[in-house]
C-alpha cells in the first residue's frame, strides 16, 4: 500500500508500463509457446510470458542472469512488469535456460518477424522506401580468458584512422527508422556486401551512404523504376559524384546530398555523437538507451539472436505513441 501512494512515479515504472501496454503479447508468445516445455511429472516451469517479461527487461536494462535475479529481488517496478513475487523469482540458472531456449529454437528471430508483421498491419512499417546502414558492434579484444585467444568470429576493420575489433550490424529500415530486415557479419566485411540481404525486394526508392556506393546496382535500380538516393552513386558526365581531394561538391551534387540525407539520417550508425531528438532512431535506442555498445556473448550466432530481439523491440519503442 505505502508502495501504491508513493509520491513520485519514477522513470523505470513508466517506461515499463508504457511498454506493457504497447506490447501485443499474445502475437509475440505464439511462436514461443509451440515449443515451450509443457507441465508433465517434474517441476512445473514458470509460464512463459513471466519469463518473456523478463527476457525483455533484461535488454533494456543491460543485464546478465545474476544482475537480473538481483534486481527482480531489489526493484519492486520490474517485478510487477514481469508479473512475480518476492517468492516467485526465477534463479539466474532459470534464466539463462530460457535465452539458451530461445537461441536454440530461433525464436528471437520469430519475435522480430512476428513484431514487423504486425506493425505492419497497424501502418507503421511502410515498405515504399529502405535505408540501408550498418553499425560496429565491438568485441573484447582481450586474450585474458580461457581459450587464450579473441573470439575468431569477430574481426578488425579501420574507419578513419581508428581500429576497431567485433561485428557488424547491418539493417534495413523504412522512411521512418523501423527495422525490417536484418543482417550481422564480422566487422571486416564491407557494408555492400551484404546491401542486397537488407532490402525485402518492392522498394520504390533506396537510400544509403557512400559506402554502398555502386554504379552497377544504381543502373540495375534505375531499369527497376526504383529511385536510386545513394549520394555518391548518382552519375554525373560518365562519374560518380564524388568531390576529388582537396575539391568540393558543386551546389547540385549538395542538394542532391541534403535531400537523401535528411531520409538517411533516420538510421544513424554511430550513436556516440547523437544528440537528444537522434537517440529515438534504431542504433541510437539501442546503443544509447539500452547501453549495447559491445557484444555480450562470443560468436556470432549468439550476438545475432540478441540483436533480432533488440530490434523487434527498438521497433515498438519508437512506434510507442502510434500504438498507445
Not at 512499417?125 to 585467444?149: C, F, L, M, W, Y
Request: aromatic letters at 8%; hydrophobic letters at 35%.
Amino acid at each position: 500500500m505505502a508502495y501504491r501512494t508513493k509520491k513520485k512515479q519514477t522513470r523505470r515504472e513508466r517506461f515499463l508500463e508504457e511498454m506493457n501496454a504497447v506490447l501485443p503479447w499474445e502475437i509475440l508468445l505464439k511462436p514461443i509457446e509451440r515449443k515451450y516445455p509443457k507441465p508433465g511429472n517434474g517441476r512445473r516451469p514458470i509460464g512463459a510470458e513471466v519469463m518473456l517479461r523478463i527476457y525483455f527487461t533484461q535488454q533494456w536494462y543491460a543485464l546478465s542472469d545474476p544482475g537480473m535475479e538481483d534486481s527482480l529481488y531489489d526493484v519492486e517496478s520490474m517485478r510487477r512488469f514481469a508479473g512475480v513475487d518476492l517468492n516467485g523469482v526465477p534463479d539466474e540458472t532459470t534464466i539463462c535456460k530460457f535465452r539458451h531456449f530461445l537461441e536454440a529454437h530461433g525464436l528471437t528471430e520469430a519475435l522480430f518477424e512476428q513484431a514487423k508483421r504486425y506493425l505492419s498491419r497497424q501502418g507503421l512499417i511502410v515498405s515504399e522506401g529502405t535505408i540501408v546502414d550498418a553499425t560496429i558492434i565491438h568485441a573484447p579484444s582481450s586474450t585474458k580468458n580461457r581459450e587464450r585467444k579473441r573470439d575468431p568470429e569477430m574481426k578488425s576493420t579501420k574507419k578513419g584512422n581508428t581500429w576497431y575489433f567485433g561485428m557488424k550490424a547491418h539493417v534495413g529500415a523504412d522512411v521512418k527508422g523501423r527495422v525490417h530486415s536484418v543482417v550481422t557479419t564480422a566487422a571486416s566485411v564491407h557494408d555492400s556486401k551484404v546491401m542486397d540481404a537488407c532490402l525485402h525486394g518492392k522498394e520504390q526508392t533506396i537510400y544509403g551512404d557512400k559506402a554502398y556506393a555502386d554504379q552497377t546496382r544504381k543502373e540495375q535500380a534505375e531499369s527497376n523504376d526504383i529511385e536510386w538516393r545513394v549520394p555518391a552513386c548518382a552519375q554525373r558526365a560518365g562519374r560518380l559524384r564524388k568531390a576529388r581531394r582537396g575539391k568540393r561538391l558543386n551546389c547540385a551534387d549538395v542538394s542532391f546530398n541534403k535531400k537523401s540525407n535528411r531520409t538517411r539520417a533516420r538510421v544513424p550508425a554511430c550513436a556516440c555523437c547523437l544528440t537528444h531528438a537522434d537517440r529515438e532512431h534504431p542504433f541510437g535506442v539501442i546503443k544509447h538507451l539500452w547501453g549495447y555498445r559491445k557484444v555480450r556473448y562470443r560468436g556470432l550466432a549468439k550476438n545475432t539472436a540478441h540483436l533480432f530481439t533488440l530490434f523487434a523491440l527498438a521497433n515498438f519503442y519508437m512506434a510507442r505513441q502510434e500504438l498507445a
